[in-house]
T-cell receptor, first 112, second 113 residues
């Protein structure tokens, strides 16, 4: 039971570069979410998706792009990375809008 | 935006002691969740609560959904060193679309053997 996996686990890149964080779940959950976790801010929702081809903004969407062409994958792209996007990124999924969310182990992203 | 107030922010206790932490909201929730996060890992679900007044246990952990629907608490009995981590509450507003959760700031628990 692989669950939900994120890749890469660690990434260092430079300001202005494009970077994509991957998220894959094996549960066939309808809902998927991207959060960033920063000291002093806790977990903040970036984007979420209710199903394939349906995405919506969360609390802090600026600077990020998502897509969901397949139910099991929900990649997050930083089109032109900035230092303020240095953070730990978590992907989560849930069976539907009423069930708990289950989290991956995160991607630690550093932007120099 | 909607806020969740989680307290205490940190606790440093002796092994064997009981622990209590709580979360309060400015508005009603229809779901309360409690997660634990260890270093280098994602939050792991501990307990889910869906009805006001509900009391649910998971081993040494007990959580309750407050009667007012604006609060929840988590108790850990007879703490052990592996209880160390950050505990997060999360709530779901019945008027929020998309199953979005609002998270507390976390309670960092340290247990001295």
């Amino acid at each position: 039971d692989a669950g939900i996996t994120q890749s890469p686990r660690y990434k260092i890149t430079e300001t202005g570069r494009q970077v994509t964080l991957m998220c894959h779940q094996t549960w066939s959950h309808s809902y998927m979410f991207w959060y960033r976790q920063d000291l002093g801010h806790g977990l903040r929702l970036i984007y979420y998706s209710a199903a394939a081809d349906i995405t919506d903004k969360g609390e802090v969407p600026d600077g990020y792009v998502v897509s969901r062409s397949k139910t099991e994958n929900f990649p997050l792209t930083l089109e032109s990375a900035t230092r303020s996007q240095t953070s730990v990124y978590f992907c989560a999924s849930s069976e539907n809008s009423n069930q708990p969310q289950h989290f991956g182990d995160g991607t630690r992203l550093s932007i120099l | 935006g909607q806020q969740l107030n989680q307290s205490p922010q940190s606790m440093f206790i002796q092994e064997g002691e009981d622990v209590s932490m709580n979360c309060t909201s400015s508005s009603i929730f229809n779901t309360w969740l409690w997660y634990k996060q260890e270093p280098g890992e994602g939050p792991v679900l501990l307990i889910a609560l869906y009805k006001a007044g509900e009391l649910t246990s998971n081993g040494r952990l007990t959580a309750q959904f407050g009667i007012t629907r604006k609060d929840s608490f988590l108790n850990i009995s007879a703490s052990i060193p592996s209880d160390v981590g950050i505990y997060f509450c999360a709530g779901r507003n019945p008027y929020n679309q998309g199953g979005k959760l609002i998270f507390g700031q976390g309670t960092e628990l340290s247990v001295k053997p």
